[in-house]
């Protein structure tokens, strides 16, 4: 009896696996959180307050916070030395002074319960937190008569510095906040903003950097992102975010919910312009119907190409292909699908020596991701007796 009940056990548990975690399994348990491994990709859930989700993400990735920050920061931090002739830690200090009077507490004391549980110190876990995001990126995201089903397909190519090795430290983050949003990353040990980003409510968001460097007197955009994926449930709640809240710099967003709802931003400390679905811009070539597309301009004039090309039979699987370079550069650090009808997302990191757009991509879904952590996290304590 013993052993049909010991092997009974062992099927439902494997095919709690297959349902809910698509191959994944946990590596790490914390009381706030679990490190799993899914596809070869690791996967950081934490759940409960600021300082409970801080602490749990130091804890459970503690071997390698501090290869990302201070290590992986010093090589960011002279290579900016050398192209800008300026030290990067005074400027990291002036933009924390500037931008942390408009950061929600929240995420700075998740910060420095990250920083204590990783034994870094606190300015490393702020400095890598609030660094100029310099990215050079494109965002595409499709419904209708451009996808194959109707329904949205939404691409956020990311493209920076693969020479610092960022990517030996990808991290596809789960974060559960108390009485907010649940929401995923595609992110970075030790990093609690986010610049790649889908909810529970399918609300999927990437952005694509600007200029306006020096202008640091608002909310950080990884926290900006984050804040959004965290509060809102729908594109015009996400608007009205950015629309209320104090911006940095000069950057654009690409940002699509389940319900179809679709649109670009452009977004500096002062001005905030709204692309609607199949809208045409001076600055962009032939934008298709039914899609929202935001790129350098070299770079656009073939992504508008293809995104005709393949007009009206775009699928996930057909998107990868569209990003693949010259959209995507040579520094290509992360790619991502979202489908936020179904909560799917396939992302794909930079290799040692190949762009994300030439690797192998990782499908996984958030709404499962979700439930294997609620089915998979250590028990609450029994009460004292």
């Known amino acids: 009896m013993r052993t049909w009940c010991l092997w009974l056990t062992a099927v439902v548990m494997l095919s709690s696996l297959a349902l809910f975690g698509q191959n994944i399994r946990v590596m790490t348990r914390d009381a706030h959180g679990l490190l799993a491994q899914t596809q070869g990709k690791r996967v950081l859930?934490?759940?409960?307050?600021?300082?409970?989700?801080g602490a749990a993400h130091g804890r459970l990735l503690a071997r390698i916070i501090p290869k990302v920050t201070p290590q992986t920061m010093s090589l960011v931090a002279a290579g900016y030395c050398f192209s800008k002739g300026e030290w990067f830690y005074d400027r990291l200090e002036e933009i924390v002074t500037r931008a942390k009077p408009h950061t929600p507490e929240r995420f700075l004391t998740e910060c420095l319960a990250m920083s204590k549980a990783a034994g870094i110190t606190d300015r490393d876990g702020i400095c890598a937190n609030f660094f100029?995001?310099?990215?050079?990126?494109?965002?595409?995201?499709?419904?209708?008569?451009?996808?194959?089903?109707?329904?949205?397909?939404?691409a956020r190519v990311l493209d920076y510095m693969t020479d610092v090795n960022l990517q030996k430290y990808t991290v596809l983050q789960v974060f559960m906040p108390k009485d907010m949003n649940a929401w995923l990353s595609v992110g970075y040990a030790g990093f609690m903003g986010t610049v790649t980003a889908m909810n529970e409510h399918g609300l999927a968001m990437g952005e694509i950097g600007g200029g306006g460097e020096g202008n640091w007197d608002g909310m950080p955009m990884t926290f900006l992102m984050r804040d959004i994926m965290e509060r809102a449930k729908?594109?015009?709640?996400?608007?009205?975010?950015?629309?209320?809240t104090p911006r940095t710099c000069e950057y654009y967003y690409v940002i699509s919910d389940r319900s179809r709802d679709?649109?670009?931003?452009?977004?500096?400390?002062?001005?905030?312009?709204?692309?609607?679905a199949g809208q045409q811009h001076e600055r962009l070539p032939t934008v298709p119907a039914d899609t929202v597309m935001i790129s350098a301009p070299s770079r656009a004039k073939v992504l508008s190409e293809r995104l005709r090309e393949k007009l009206g039979a775009i699928t996930p699987e057909a998107m990868i292909e569209i990003i693949k370079r010259p959209v995507a550069m040579k520094s290509n650090l992360h790619n991502a699908i979202f489908k936020p009808a179904t909560l799917d997302v396939w992302f794909a990191?930079?290799?040692?020596?190949?762009?994300?757009?030439?690797m192998p991509y990782v499908h996984v879904n958030l709404g499962k991701l979700i439930e294997f952590y609620r089915r998979n996290s250590a028990p609450k304590p029994a009460p004292a007796q």
């Open 234 to 244: 729908t594109v015009r709640e996400a608007v009205a975010i950015l629309q209320e």
């Open 262 to 276: 679709m649109v670009g931003i452009y977004a500096t400390p002062t001005v905030l312009e709204i692309l609607e």
């Open 349 to 358: 990191d930079a290799g040692q020596k190949k762009p994300a757009c030439d």
């Open 132 to 154: 100029p995001e310099l990215f050079h990126c494109s965002g595409v995201a499709v419904r209708g008569k451009a996808s194959a089903d109707g329904e949205v397909v939404h």
């Open 45 to 53: 859930f934490v759940a409960g307050t600021p300082e409970e989700m």
